[in-house]
């Protein structure tokens, strides 16, 4: 395979990212959605590319000393070569760079490959949002990420 880049999303990443987020999720952002994103002083979106193609991406709103990730995805046919941990590792990178203290997201109880992920990267589960998730109704864990450099 050849090499992951993790760099900054521009314009022409939006619509890619949108592509993968409509055959992974069953409400997913659309690209007006990234767009809006995108616009954003406060929020930073990356993306994972293999030969210039876009094979994952995390989006992360930053407010004060908190981030939250806000979607985080790798197309399936990238999965199981470590892009996702790339992208939660540039994540948290920049949370550092940027003086956060923590990292909080959301994520389907069912999805026992993302929160092993999660877990890896260091984020605990802090708690459960009942019914978060639609089509299918599904509770989120709530998981959190603490600094130690703050």
């Known amino acids: 395979m050849s090499q992951v880049c993790i760099t900054y999303a521009t314009g022409d ?3 890619a990212m949108a592509a993968i987020e409509s055959r992974l999720f069953s409400r997913p952002w659309k690209v007006e959605h990234f767009r809006e994103a995108f616009a954003r002083e406060y929020a930073t979106l990356l993306v994972a590319k293999v030969e210039q193609t876009v094979c994952g991406y995390v989006c992360m709103y930053c407010s004060a000393d908190e981030g939250e990730i806000t979607n985080v995805a790798v197309d399936p046919a ?3 070569m470590g892009i996702g941990t790339e992208l939660m590792n540039a994540a948290q990178l920049e949370a550092r760079e ?3 203290q923590q990292l909080i997201l959301e994520v389907r109880i069912s999805n026992e490959p ?3 992920l999660y877990n890896k990267m260091g984020f605990v589960n802090c708690g459960v949002r009942k019914n978060f998730y639609a089509e299918p109704v599904e509770d989120a864990a709530l998981m959190v990420w603490e600094s130690k450099e703050c």
């Open 114 to 116: 993302a929160i092993s």
């Open 78 to 80: 990238y999965r199981r």
């Open 98 to 100: 940027k003086h956060l």
């Open 13 to 15: 990443d939006l619509e």
